[in-house]
Each structure stands twice: as C-alpha cells, then as structure tokens.
C-alpha cells in the first residue's frame, strides 16, 4: 500500500478470555490489516482463547496480565509497549478493554482511541458506562449495526462520534461441505430436521424463548431435533428447563465447538431467538452456509434477514411466533429450498474485505 498505509499503526486491546462472534471479528480484521501491509497486533490476555488462536495462527500478539479495566499496572504497561513499538491507534474491542484503553490514553496523549461497541445495551443504566464511551478522550465508536448507533445517540452520544461498520463474513470459509459422521455422534435420526443456533448461554440469547418453542414444535412435527452450540453461564438452569419440558431426547446442548463449519452442515434451519443482539455474526454464518433463518425483531438482527426472502422475522419473546415460523419452514420445502437459494448472495455486502476496507479509513481519517 506503500507510504500512506505505514503513516497508521494499530495496537487492538481485547481483554475477554472466551471466544465468541467479537474475536471472530478481531481475528479477520487483523489479518485483513496485514493483508493491506498496515502494521497492527492485538494484545490480550496469556490465558485467553483468542491469544491461543494468535498464536497458532502465528498472528502478531502481546499478553499482560489484565485483572479489571482499572487495572493501573497493566494500563502502564500496555502504555510502554505503545510507546516502544510506535502505535499511533489504540482500538479496544469492549467495555472492559475500553476502560483499560483510557488509562492508557491518558498515559500516552498522543495515541487517537477507538472503541468497538457490540451491544445494543444502554450506556446511560451505569454511571461508568457513560463516562466511558461519551468521553472526549474517545475518538470515535465504532457501532456493529444501525440498532447500536440508536441506542447510544439515544444515549446522549454525539451522532458525529458514531461510525457504522457492520461485521464482516468470510464467505470462502464456508464452502459447502459432504456430510459427515456428526449426526450419528449426536444420535440424532435419519430422518429428522434439524434446527441448530450457535449461541452463548447467556440471558439476552434467550434460550427459555427457543426451548419454549421448540416445544411447541415437538408437538406438530416430531421428526425434529434441535442442537445449540455454545456455552455459558446459563447452561445448568438450561439443562432443567429442557427436563421440565421433556425435550431431553430433542435438544442437544453440544458445549463450545471449535469445529463450527460440520455444524452447519448438519443444520436444516438455523434459528437466533434473542430479546437483544448486537448484529448477531452467527446468522451471517448460517447465511453463508445457505441456511433459511429464523430471527427475532431485536438489536441488529433485521439488518440481515429480509422476510420471506432469506429468512423470516418474529417478535422477541414470543415463543408462539417463534415455533409457528420454525414450523412453516419446516412443513414447507419449497419455502426453505426458496430461502436457502436466495441465503448465501443475501451477505455479499457483509464481506469480510468491506468491514477491513472502512475500519481502515476511519483510521486513517
């Protein structure tokens, strides 16, 4: 890219352990960056799933030791290897890492900050959240769907600090791939559908909703079996609430997956029954694939689903409308061959290469 792409160096600052969508999206957008001969590398935790994914993929990383956003020791540390690697730009990828990344900022004036917001929650319920992102030490927010830039200019953010930048998919890596041994793993029939979601097993997922659901599905169509990967801290009550509604035979709670790519290869329907999402990169995943989707109104989620054309849209908390779409593309294999056809082409604007390609000129902006 020659003398303009080395005026900018990027130091992203992450400092969660386990790996979910927003890693997904670090991990492209560094790699992305170094295709584009822009100098960048994350720091992050030693013990934390995403350094182990750097470091296998010999992507360039830092570890310190972070023990809260407060953290003043490993805020001067990360200010010191700013200072001697040369970073000009210092993007935190969450609230955590944002706190710690105004430490930092405040250590190294000359460092432009930029965070990432992935969630449609409100910054104005705590006192620390606004302090953070409506913070004149905050050069811009990158919002990951319109639904988020909502909620913070609602939040009393100014609408010039916001900036748009949906997530971004690999398209290539989800070539369509033979079916292999992990139905009979599962132990699910030959001649079941199946719906799957890729989740954590946190409360705004809200898995209550898609048990409720599938439930309700059971009862109309019993050639089913629903799978969900992921985990969380939810998985326990989960677990009990499948019992009580004696779906233990037609639920499967896989745990965290690395092999995520054989999963939705055995998916028929890929569902996100969420109350609030950010964007929700799962449902561009399963759109990759070629899968008909079923997602709820909530956050960033109606970004990616055009009704009745690459999938359907129900109200959030609504297991009814949830099952009885579930059950229409089921019953209905004209309709989930229609939404299957029109799924792949529908994430064609959320490509990896646009996602790096604007990063890149806020940056430089």
């Known amino acids: 890219m020659g003398k303009e792409a080395k005026e900018i160096k990027v130091l992203h600052l992450e ?46 990383v830092f570890t310190k030791h972070m023990r809260h956003g407060l953290d003043f020791f490993a805020a001067h540390q990360i200010a010191r290897l700013v200072r001697q690697q040369g970073f000009n730009i210092l993007h935190a990828h969450s609230s955590h890492a944002l706190m710690l990344g105004l430490l930092v900022k405040m250590m190294s004036g000359f460092l432009k900050l930029v965070a990432s917001r992935r969630v449609d929650f409100s910054v104005r319920k705590s006192i620390v959240g606004s302090l953070k992102y409506n913070n004149a030490l905050v050069d811009k927010v990158i919002c990951i769907s319109e639904n988020i830039a909502r909620v913070l200019i609602n939040d ?8 748009i930048i949906h997530s971004g998919i690999d398209v290539s890596r989800f070539e369509w791939q033979k079916p292999d041994s992990l139905r009979e793993e599962l132990k699910i029939p030959a001649d079941h559908l199946v719906v799957g979601t890729v989740a954590a097993l946190v409360g705004h997922k809200d898995y209550p909703n898609l048990l409720q659901a599938a439930k309700i599905v059971r009862q109309e169509f019993e050639k089913v079996t629903f799978v969900a990967v992921g985990d969380g801290a939810d998985r326990s009550k989960l677990e009990s609430l499948k019992h009580e509604l004696n779906l233990v035979e037609h639920f499967i709670f896989v745990g965290f997956r690395n092999d995520l790519d054989r999963f939705y290869s055995l998916f028929d329907l890929f569902v996100l029954a969420s109350h609030k999402e950010g964007l929700g990169t799962s449902v561009l995943d399963a759109l990759a694939c070629g899968l008909p989707v079923v997602g709820t109104m909530a956050g960033g989620i109606p970004e990616m689903i055009e009704p009745e054309i690459n999938g359907l849209l129900v109200p959030a908390k609504n297991p009814q409308a949830l099952a009885q779409a579930i059950l229409r593309i089921l019953k209905n294999q004209i309709l989930r061959e229609k939404l299957a056809l029109n799924a792949r082409s529908s994430v064609q604007k959320f490509s990896v290469e646009q996602m790096v390609q604007k990063h890149l000129a806020l940056y430089r902006s």
């Open 15 to 60: 400092t969660a352990l386990e790996w979910r969508g927003g890693q997904q999206q670090i991990s492209y957008l560094v790699q992305g960056l170094l295709q584009q001969a822009v100098p960048t590398a994350l720091v992050c935790r030693p013990e934390s799933r995403i350094y182990q994914y750097f470091n296998r993929n010999k992507l360039p």
């Open 156 to 163: 009393g953010l100014p609408e010039a600090k916001l900036e």
